[in-house]
């Protein structure tokens, strides 16, 4: 009596994906990323904004607070070339420098503070290219304004100095 042996195929044994459930997956997963691009560029766009507000009360409140502990006068200027103030470049460093700067440029011992550049925003502030001082009493008489921040996909935000030189944010902004 011989044994033969019978080899079954069973659906049990197949392993992996058809071409068919292959091609149903990517169109699905195809379909949630064209979802999920436009909301992340739009949080993207708006983070750039609020990075730029940020940054720009960061260097706003620490020039008011050193002018009314030094008990002087204190300068917040773009900087595009770090020894020199800019105009109309917010968006490029900014110099936080003891004194008035009235040259436009100033030293290294009057540097105290440099603030990386903005990134993919474009910042204006007054159309006369004047700096924010900052007096002893930590008032910007006369330098006062409303930034303009605007950033990708028609997204913006307004910065108002007051004549106090409290910072606050206005408006929002249509670019």
């Known amino acids: 009596m011989g044994a033969t042996h019978v080899l079954r195929s069973g659906a049990g044994g197949q392993r992996g994906l058809t071409l068919l459930e292959l091609l149903a997956v990517i ?3 195809m379909l949630l990323l064209g979802w999920a691009v436009p909301g992340l560029q739009a949080m993207t ?4 904004v609020a990075a730029e507000v940020h940054r720009l009360r960061t ?18 200027c ?5 020894t020199s103030c800019s105009q109309q470049h917010w ?10 700067a009235t ?18 925003v474009t910042v204006e502030f007054r159309q006369d290219g004047k700096p924010v001082r900052y007096s002893a009493l930590g008032r ?21 100095l007051s004549n106090f030189g409290r910072v606050r944010l206005g408006e929002p902004l249509t670019c």
Do not use: K, W
């Open 27 to 29: 169109a699905v997963a």
């Open 45 to 48: 766009a708006r983070q750039e």
């Open 59 to 76: 260097a706003l409140s620490l020039a008011r607070n050193t002018a009314i502990a030094r008990r002087s006068m204190v300068t917040v």
């Open 78 to 82: 773009p900087s595009v070339d770090r």
């Open 91 to 100: 968006n490029a460093p900014l110099a936080i420098v003891l004194g008035s």
């Open 103 to 120: 040259s436009g440029s100033f030293g290294d011992d009057d540097l105290l503070r440099l603030l990386e550049a903005g990134r993919g």
């Open 140 to 160: 910007p008489a006369g330098h006062n304004g409303t930034f303009r921040i605007c950033g990708r996909s028609g997204r913006g935000a307004r910065l108002v």
